[in-house]
């Protein structure tokens, strides 16, 4: 026996070949006590949760716990990326990065419950997932030990197989053609087509199909920035009204794309990914608040975002500076209450309009292109003169200094 046995190790679990591999190395050859945790983030039914608890037992674990991070997930992470429009390098909504770290929360949160003496996750070390959990546990739980098998023996897939066979592990050994995480802001898809920089995925590497024709309206209802009804259903939680945009949107075959990323070790990588409700509700919000927010709040809202997004992409959500950014973000919604109208077609949708009492675009005001009642042409006459006078002056400057008369 392990002189080990009673040490406790709390380890991230999916269910999957990689960290069933973990359960048996834990136990078998480390001598660890493993209690697993799954963090639900949006892309598990009650069935798979039951199927993955099942397959946790009989592998060995002394305890295992399913965490719904579906609600907490968006409160903590997807409200502030709404907010602010993120879309990595202006394609990809941070789908999977953003659930890494909702879910490294929760485990490290889990270590701290149980006292455990180390955590484990299946990770790489090829890779951004294992720098986000490494990077969280260092922060959250420094004096606990982070194990990680996978990595450490550089191991093969056909190594893990074979050593789960000879422990007489019985699951589906077959690997998937294409791999795939579903969460609540959009699906990965990896495969062979995005492991070189050329290549489209094929109709069947899709996980939600196209069965939709023709075309539908629907009416997006923001309050201070949240989406809050969807065609006048009103939904508990705007997490639950992602899910059911998604549903409306997805089998359009909206929002597929492929992202070419830079990872936080430094190459590049392509992967696929489906997130037809995110697209449609950050292109619906980005045009409200162009309507409704002024030209420096939209100006300072995109830098201010595009550093959050890939801070939080390379894992840095613990940063205090996160937070001050979320509270610029929160505080520039405070008047982000409208309707906004999308068309949903066959693989792409069109913004049709917004309504809002705080809209900007106000007839009272004068019409762009054609009048304006807020001021004359003399007006204009003098500003323009004054506008461009700190530049006028630099011009007559240089052309004298340059001997240029």
């Given amino acids: 026996m392990h002189n080990k046995m009673s040490k406790k190790v709390v380890l991230g679990f ?15 050859e480390m001598g660890y006590e493993v209690h697993s945790i799954i963090v639900n983030t949006g892309g598990f039914t009650a069935e798979e949760l039951k199927q993955v608890e099942a397959h946790a037992h009989k592998l060995g674990v002394k305890s295992h716990k399913a965490v719904n991070a579906i609600k907490s997930y968006y409160d903590s992470i997807i409200k502030f990326l709404i907010y602010g429009n ?43 997932d294992q720098v986000r959990f490494d990077m969280i546990f260092h922060i959250m739980i420094p004096d606990v030990e982070i194990i990680t098998p996978i990595r450490d023996l550089k191991l ?5 197989i074979s050593y789960l066979q000879s422990k007489g592990v019985d699951m589906n050994f077959s690997k998937a053609m294409y791999s795939i995480n579903k969460g609540l802001w959009g699906t990965s898809v990896g495969g062979k087509e995005t492991l070189s920089s050329k290549g489209m995925l094929p109709e069947e590497a899709w996980p939600t199909k196209v069965t939709k024709t023709g075309q539908e309206e629907v009416k997006l209802h923001f309050e201070t920035g949240e989406l809050k009804k969807i065609n006048d259903k009103k939904f508990d939680h705007p997490s639950e009204a992602i899910q059911y945009l998604q549903s409306l949107a997805g089998p359009y075959g909206i929002g597929r794309d492929i992202h070419v990323g830079d990872t936080i070790i430094g190459i590049k990588g392509r992967v696929g990914f489906e997130a037809a409700a995110p697209m449609v509700i950050l292109k619906a919000h980005h045009a409200l608040e162009k309507h409704v ?22 894992g840095q959500i613990l940063d205090p500076v996160m937070r001050d950014i979320e509270a610029y973000l929160e505080n520039s919604q405070r008047n982000v209450t409208g309707d906004v109208f999308v068309q949903l077609l066959p693989y792409r ?10 809209d900007l675009m106000n007839s009272k005001f004068g019409k762009y292109g054609e009048m304006n009642t807020g001021f004359t042409g003399d007006d204009v006459r003098g500003f323009s003169k004054i506008f461009g006078n700190q530049t006028s002056i630099y011009h007559l400057v240089k052309t004298d200094a340059d001997g240029k008369h």
């Avoid at 941070?94 to 299946?122: F, K, P, T």
């Avoid at 093969?156 to 893990?160: F, N, P, T």
């Avoid at 100006?299 to 801070?311: E, S, V």
């Fill in 14 to 28: 999916s269910g999957g070949l990689d960290t069933s591999y973990c359960v048996k190395y834990l136990t078998e």
């Fill in 86 to 128: 993120v879309l990595k390098n202006n394609t990809y909504p941070l789908s999977v990065s953003a659930e890494r770290l909702s879910q490294a929360l929760h485990i490290a949160e889990h270590a701290q419950e149980l006292n455990a003496d180390a955590v484990a996750h299946g990770s790489t070390g090829a890779g951004n």
């Fill in 156 to 160: 093969s897939r056909e190594e893990e």
């Fill in 293 to 314: 927010l002024s030209k420096w709040q939209l100006q300072w809202k995109d830098q201010l975002a595009q550093f959050y997004g890939n801070w939080l992409h390379e």
């Fill in 349 to 358: 949708f069109q913004i049709t309009g917004i309504e809002s009492r705080y």
